[in-house]
């Protein structure tokens, strides 16, 4: 008979379980709001850029010019990245998904800061203060690797701008800074997720937070996370036109496919941010020569939602994002690191909000296996 100590319910995935409390981030699924320490992620994206966010998320309050100037001072403060780990990165690259390269460089990072030693708060918080001004960079060289392209250096101290001009190696439009700066803020932090989950975890254990982002990207690369928008764009290019959308989504229905981009496990309405990315979207398409991929994803979304809205089954954030970033001009290999070079800031915000109060995550799991004891058998008096 299982021992008291052994019983226990299971919330598989930890459904709706409640491990942490936090200021940061509120994910409304029924009412469809994302909210950042207080603001509507809507009036963020109409009125701030991403630093500010990422400096609200982080310190729990929009900066004023004095913080604003710090704060970018010591993002910048060791930005950009070695010939070294470009090589590497480089290497990674040509042998494994990006996200591997990715992975690699926040660990090789972490194995030259002397503060990896360290686990004091103000250890931390400069840890992943540095992480998180390489990461342009480091998202950049990962691009340019795919390409089979050189290294290039921007002299920018502007997040989104030297993101974009180390990856295409040119001066980017007001327009293009103006959708990426909207994609990395909707794509800043959203609730207790995967990777979220993974950094904090890593953290509780008093850990580097180069571990614990190392841990956090680990968990991005899986295709059930931040993989969603590549497949979903694979999805729209093989329907390839709006007019084969309902025979296409129909017969994946029918044999019970998933359906990339669409559904949440905590929306039960549509996507706040899958709204605002759809604007941008279809101007970015119809822009880049993109229009019929546009067209053809909201055929899709009408199909889907007039079989399974009723469900509150909706798009999602991943189902325009990829049609944003082909459109500015990313391989779709790129777009979950993409999505890692907005999320840096919301792991950084939880691990490092969650050692103010650590405790060692130990959850349980409920033993379903012999309880014995048994006999045990010398290995030649076993049967074959």
């Known amino acids: 008979m299982m021992s008291s100590n052994q019983q226990g319910e299971i919330a598989k995935g ?75 990165i480089s290497k990674t690259t040509q042998k494994s998904h990006p996200m591997s390269a990715l992975r690699t460089a926040v660990s090789y990072q972490g194995a030259f800061d002397p503060l990896s030693s360290n686990s004091d708060l103000k250890s931390q918080e400069k840890m992943g203060l540095s992480i998180m001004g390489s990461f342009p960079s480091i998202v950049a060289a990962i691009n340019r690797s795919i390409k089979g392209e050189g290294r290039v250096v921007s002299k920018s101290t502007d997040y989104v701008e030297k993101f974009l001009e180390e990856s295409f190696g040119r001066k980017p439009s007001d327009f293009e800074k103006e959708v990426m700066r909207v994609a990395l803020i909707i794509h800043a932090d959203h609730g207790m997720n995967a990777s979220t989950f993974a950094s904090m975890v890593t953290i509780s254990t008093l850990s580097d937070m180069y571990s614990a982002v190392t841990s956090a990207v680990s968990s991005l690369k899986g295709p059930l996370h931040g993989g969603a928008n590549e497949k979903s ?101 790129i777009f979950t690191p993409i999505f890692a070079l907005a999320r840096i800031s919301g792991w950084f915000a939880r691990s490092f909000e969650y050692l103010h109060d650590n405790r060692l995550f130990r959850p349980r799991s409920l033993y379903k296996g012999e309880v014995g004891p048994l006999k045990y058998l010398p290995i030649n008096e076993r049967k074959q």
């Open 14 to 88: 930890l459904e709706g379980v409640v491990a942490a409390e936090t200021k940061i981030g509120f994910v409304d699924g029924i009412n469809g709001r994302l909210v950042y320490r207080g603001y509507n992620i809507e009036d963020l994206v109409e009125k701030s850029n991403f630093e500010e966010v990422a400096y609200l998320l982080i310190y729990g309050k929009l900066p004023t010019l004095t913080d604003f100037k710090q704060f970018k001072d010591n993002l910048n403060l060791k930005a950009g990245i070695s010939e070294d780990l470009f090589s590497i």
């Open 233 to 333: 764009l694979e999805m729209l290019e093989k329907i390839g036109s709006p007019k084969n959308a309902e025979k296409v989504i129909s017969e994946m229905l029918e044999k019970k496919e998933k359906i990339m981009g669409f559904g949440h496990r905590v929306y039960k309405v549509y996507d706040p941010r899958a709204k605002i990315l759809k604007v941008y979207a279809k101007q970015l398409a119809e822009k880049t020569g993109h229009k019929d991929l546009f067209d053809t994803a909201e055929e899709v979304e009408k199909v889907m939602v007039s079989k399974l809205g009723s469900k509150g089954i909706f798009p999602n954030v991943d189902f325009y994002s990829g049609i944003v970033y082909k459109s500015l001009g990313f391989d779709s290999k």
